[in-house]
């Protein structure tokens, strides 16, 4: 197989937290041609915070594309300056207060939808995490905290409670590597 050849490339539409870019493309071998929009977009990250009590620290926050509420790990996008590990411990910090002397473990990379997006997830696990500040929320943030027993976390996400993709995948990483 071989990739499509980029004929033409539009301007970037700046979406905030997403460039969106028009691309013509030409398949190599067969008469096919077509237009066909790519989402750039900054590194992802989330990360599994767990207590010394073996308590996941999960967040209730409102999402706008679902117009709903869901139940998540914390996460967020990877700023300039930063490493993914240090983006992933620092979104935790800032939306739940918890943290840890230990540093974060890297679980795994995804890519979140290959089809449109540019970009990459990484998952960390943080060990031994304990409130250590106060939470410090983006403009539109509104965050509720929720600790559960990782032995309950399987029947969370079997009982449709967790359904965020990027959650799941941190989860199955975990599962891979730790077991549940």
């Not at 008469?31 to 010394?52: A, H, Q, Y």
């Not at 410090?136 to 965020?164: A, N, R, W």
Request: charge should be negative; aromatic fraction near 10%.
């Amino acid at each position: 197989m071989k990739k499509w050849i980029t004929i033409k490339e539009s301007d970037k539409t700046d979406l905030k937290i997403f460039d969106a870019v028009w691309y013509s493309r030409k398949h190599p071998e067969q008469d096919k041609e077509g237009n066909f929009i790519v989402l750039n977009s900054p590194r992802w990250v989330n990360i599994i915070p767990i207590t010394k009590n073996k308590e996941v620290v999960l967040i209730k926050q409102y999402r706008h594309g679902i117009d709903d509420i869901t139940l998540e790990v914390p996460g967020g996008l990877v700023q300039d300056d930063e490493s993914p590990q240090a983006g992933a411990e620092r979104e935790c910090l800032e939306e739940t207060g918890y943290g840890s002397l230990k540093p974060s473990i890297w679980l795994g990379e995804n890519l979140p939808n290959p089809a449109f997006l540019n970009n990459t997830c990484n998952s960390y696990l943080w060990l031994d995490c304990k409130l250590m500040q106060s939470q410090k929320f983006d403009q539109h943030e509104d965050i509720e905290l929720l600790l559960v027993p990782l032995s309950e976390i399987k029947k969370y996400i079997l009982d449709g409670k967790i359904t965020h993709s990027l959650v799941l995948t941190a989860f199955f990483y975990y599962q891979l590597k730790y077991g549940l």
